[in-house]
């Protein structure tokens, strides 16, 4: 959802098996837990329907009517100023600042860095850096289509031809990746 647009699809297939959707899987723990008022939707569309409720539509209704579009509205600053408590750009977060948080991006060494954590150098050289994306995949998302999984079968790691060089890592090559807390490959 945005300020000029929200858009449902309907749903392709039911759950198979066990599957569940989050909401009803954190609902589920939360009634276990004894925090049932803080979930009183007993489902994830009994959700929707309440945020929907202040257009005048259930769920349902916005997936029939594929979606709902607004008036795009540029330079809206002008009328309204900002999302911040100055109404201006805040390059330096009052709401952080406000909170207690640093109001500025502060750079912090990663605790499993050479700098972070030295005595791990040794036995674990590089950083890991994941998330990185490649398309048409992101994340763990279409890899079960056929055709864009054909290209890249399976798993990628990307390293500096420097580093790949000194480590004797070829392209196309298997490689395993070991971290403090796992060994993968």
């Not at 929200?6 to 098996?17: Q, S, T």
């Not at 202040?54 to 209704?61: C, N």
């Not at 809206?76 to 390059?91: D, M």
């Not at 031809?161 to 090559?173: F, I, K, M, N, S």
């Amino acid at each position: 959802m945005t300020p000029s647009f929200c858009v449902a699809c309907p749903r392709g297939i039911e759950p198979l098996h066990e599957r569940r959707n989050p909401y009803d899987f954190w609902r589920g723990l939360a009634v276990r837990l004894g925090q049932k008022e803080h979930w009183p939707w007993e489902t994830v569309d009994q959700v929707w329907d309440w945020c929907l409720a202040p257009v005048g539509l259930t769920f349902q209704q916005l997936v029939e009517k594929n979606g709902l579009f607004g008036q795009r509205e540029y330079r809206r600053y002008e009328r309204f100023g900002f999302g911040t408590p100055s109404g201006k750009v805040e390059l330096r977060s009052s709401i952080f600042e406000d909170l207690g948080c640093e109001p500025l991006p502060v750079y912090r060494e990663m605790p499993h860095s050479p700098a972070g954590s030295p005595h791990l150098h040794k036995d674990y050289p590089l950083v890991l850096i994941t998330g990185s994306r490649f398309t048409p995949m992101y994340h763990s998302e279409q890899r079960q289509i056929e055709k864009a999984r054909k290209p890249n079968p399976d798993p990628l790691v990307t390293l500096h031809p420097d580093t790949a060089g000194e480590l004797g890592v070829a392209d196309g090559d298997w490689v395993k990746v070991a971290t403090p807390q796992a060994v993968f490959g």
